[in-house]
T-cell receptor
Framework: GNSVTQMEGPVTLSEEAFLTINCTYT??????LFWYVQYPGEGLQLLLK?????DKGSNKGFEATYRKETTSFHLEKGSVQVSDSAVYFC???????????FGTGTRLQVFP | GAVVSQHPSWVICKSGTSVKIECRSL??????MFWYRQFPKQSLMLMAT?????????EQGVEKDKFLINHASLTLSTLTVTSAHPEDSSFYIC?????????????FGPGTRLTVT
């Protein structure tokens, strides 16, 4: 079946460090891929998306590239800030359904 | 983006009792609402999808008589966990979608942590 696997957290970094959160997926066909972020006390928010192979999604300094050959969608940021501390969820969906399939979430903690 | 609230944010109840969780879209007409559950260190799992005025569609393995979903208006959906047991302890999250929106264009509530003792 379709699934998403994320690296287990927490990921702890100092401010301005480079961030990578790994995400791989198992799916039939060609799903769309997403990263969501959940700040403390708030609901999940769409951070970025990619709808086809080799697409790069980007937002707020975060990037992720849809790699079909490695079935991956790793999240990266060149220089994290304390305000990036949150839980990050990788997800996939298909165009013809309403369903989102999520990973387990990875908590990021950034210290000054 | 639109705001979705959930109430309560956390609840503790005794085994055998029922508990109701509310999900409201504050500035948005939600034709579709989704209910998710997340156990510790596991994925956010879709439980059911409800369209305003219709019966909810439950995912495989989710007991519809145990998890009662009502979506009576475009701004409110409720999830009632009936005869709760400790294994129902989990984090419940709702999200709201609108007509014409893609699946990823859901607005999520902050979640409700349920603990059944």
């Amino acid at each position: 079946g379709n699934s998403v696997t994320q690296m287990e957290g927490p990921v702890t970094l100092s401010e301005e460090a480079f961030l990578t959160i790994n995400c791989t997926y198992t799916a039939t066909g060609y799903p769309s891929l997403f990263w969501y972020v959940q700040y403390p006390g708030e609901g999940l928010q769409l951070l970025l998306k990619a709808t086809k192979a080799d697409d790069k999604g980007s937002n707020k300094g975060f990037e992720a590239t849809y790699r079909k050959e490695t079935t991956s969608f790793h999240l990266e940021k060149g220089s994290v800030q304390v305000s990036d501390s949150a839980v990050y969820f990788c997800a996939l969906s298909y165009r013809n359904t309403d369903k989102l399939i999520f990973g387990t979430g990875t908590r990021l903690q950034v210290f000054p | 983006g639109a705001v979705v609230s959930q109430h309560p944010s956390w609840v503790i109840c005794k085994s055998g009792t029922s508990v109701k969780i509310e999900c409201r879209s504050l500035d948005f007409q939600a034709t579709t609402m989704f209910w998710y559950r997340q156990f510790p260190k596991q994925s956010l799992m879709l439980m059911a999808t409800s369209n305003e005025g219709s019966k909810a569609t439950y995912e495989q393995g989710v007991e519809k008589d145990k998890f009662l979903i009502n979506h009576a208006s475009l701004t409110l959906s409720t999830l009632t966990v009936t005869s709760a047991h400790p294994e129902d302890s989990s984090f419940y999250i709702c999200s709201a979608g609108g007509q014409g929106l893609a699946s990823y264009e859901q607005y999520f509530g902050p979640g409700t942590r349920l603990t059944v003792t």
